[in-house]
């Protein structure tokens, strides 16, 4: 039974009404393929190409950068005397400093300074007012006078009463008893006298005077104020010249330092500043502490400068060298040449080969003291020998260089033994560093010790 308005459809009909697939050609399957590969094979050629043709250039270049000179900045080997020294972080202060205070009470008068100024010993520098003190003086004055008149109107009276004692009038108690008024009258001058200098010793610190020649601060009271005395702090002067600076050194470096200063009585300290290049002022070693610190287990000691030129200021803090020996002949080489390697220590020299080019030239050194920015050397170079103080880094053996010589080749400081209190000189025994020296400050303190 079928359902109307539908046409059944036979399965040979449906099997009529589909096309057949055209077959594809094997051939063009293959040509692809093999355009494929040879695409892939030609751009992977050309990348290698270029790859060696980069690296072909880069080794070109690299030959030509070795060809090149390297630039590098000399200095000369010295020969000259040399001292060895201590050194420490030291602290400037006047060698007197005296706070003034009024010694009476009063109103300022106008000073009779300029803030800054140099002033002498004695000179007078403030007023307090001395009107009461005057009349203080002239009260006293007037005291003795009625003294004196009493004790003379008491003498000529005990004077009556002997010839009248001696003619049997008068009794001897009458006698005696003028005697002694007499000497109470005596008694009250000679303390009408005591206050009168009392007096005029008050009225003479009304006028204020320097107790020390040197230079006066900052005013601290303004003329008007009232002053009491011993109270009120009116003007401070220091003392610059000459001027002190007190430093420390670790307590093992002490008794050389005391040897030498009770065989010698006078070593020489030169002064520096912050950056230890610049030498402020020569001065004389005066004396040590009469104790060590337990707790940083230093000695303080106290060095005298001159200071004509007032380059040292009161609290500048300043670097200290102090002077042990002289060496006459030593070799010396600025610190930034000294390079360390697994051989020790050692230079780059520039010499002139056969051709007359400068070249580099590793020579090693045994590096007898280090200090600051210079290095005392034992043996390795010649004096006027030039080695290389900056560009070793880039240097190779035998190869070219191009020679300036450096702005700075030394700083004018002494080598010698290094030890001090919150300063660091890290040059290490018998090596250096291809930097030159670690010079920093703190707490530490490093010793540096002559190479045997």
């Known amino acids: 039974m079928s359902i109307e308005g539908t046409q059944e459809i036979h399965p ?84 007197m400093s005296v706070t003034v205070k009024a010694r009476v009470n009063g109103q300022l008068l106008p000073v009779k300074f300029t803030e800054g100024q140099e002033v002498k010993q004695g000179q007078t520098i403030m007023v307090i007012d001395p009107k009461p003190y005057q009349a203080a003086v002239d009260q006293a004055k007037g005291t003795l006078a009625h003294d004196e008149a009493l004790l003379k109107d008491a003498q000529a009276e005990y004077a009556r009463y002997m010839a009248l004692y001696a003619a049997g009038v008068v009794s001897k108690e009458s006698m005696e008893a ?153 070799l010396v080489v600025p610190s930034a040449a000294i390079q360390s390697g697994v051989q020790g220590s050692f230079v780059w020299t520039v010499t002139n080969d056969a051709t007359g080019t400068p070249t580099a030239q590793m020579q090693p050194v045994k590096v007898a003291l280090a200090q600051g920015q210079l290095t005392i050397l034992d043996s390795g170079v010649a004096a006027g020998s030039k080695v290389v103080v900056d560009g070793a880094d880039r240097l190779r053996q035998g190869g070219q260089v191009t020679v300036s010589q450096p702005k700075s080749a030394g700083g004018g400081q002494a080598a010698g033994k290094s030890s001090g209190s919150g300063q660091g000189q890290g040059q290490g025994q018998g090596a250096g560093n291809a930097g030159g020296n670690a ?3 703190g707490s530490g303190q490093h010793h540096q010790k002559e190479q045997q």
């Open 178 to 330: 003028d005697e002694a008024t007499q000497g109470q009258y005596q008694g009250a001058i000679e303390s009408d006298k005591a206050a009168i200098e009392n007096a005029q010793l008050q009225l003479s610190w009304c006028y204020i005077q320097s107790p020390i020649s040197g230079r006066i601060g900052l005013r601290l009271v303004d003329p008007g104020n009232i002053i009491t005395a011993n109270t009120t702090n009116l003007v401070i002067i220091n003392q610059f010249k000459p001027i002190a600076v007190y430093f420390t050194l670790p307590e093992n470096d002490l008794p050389q330092v005391l040897q030498k200063l009770k065989a010698d009585k006078k070593l020489p300290v030169d002064a520096y500043d912050q950056a230890d290049v610049q030498k402020l002022a020569t001065g004389q070693l005066l004396t040590a502490d009469n104790e060590i610190d337990t707790t940083t287990g230093t000695a303080k000691l106290k060095a005298v400068f001159n200071n004509e030129n007032e380059a040292l200021f009161p609290n500048q803090f300043v670097n200290i060298h102090l002077v042990m020996e002289d060496r006459p002949n030593a």
């Open 439 to 441: 010079n920093g400050q």
């Open 12 to 95: 040979s009909e449906i099997d009529n009404q589909i096309e057949p697939r055209p077959h594809s050609n094997p051939w063009i399957r293959v040509i692809i393929y093999l355009v494929i590969v040879g695409a892939g094979s030609y751009l992977g050629w050309r990348i290698y190409e270029n790859h060696q043709l980069a690296a072909a250039a880069s080794t070109q270049q690299a030959k030509a950068l070795l060809s090149r000179p390297t630039p590098v900045q000399v200095a000369a080997v010295v020969q000259r005397p040399m001292p060895i020294y201590l050194t420490a972080l030291g602290t400037v202060m006047p060698y």
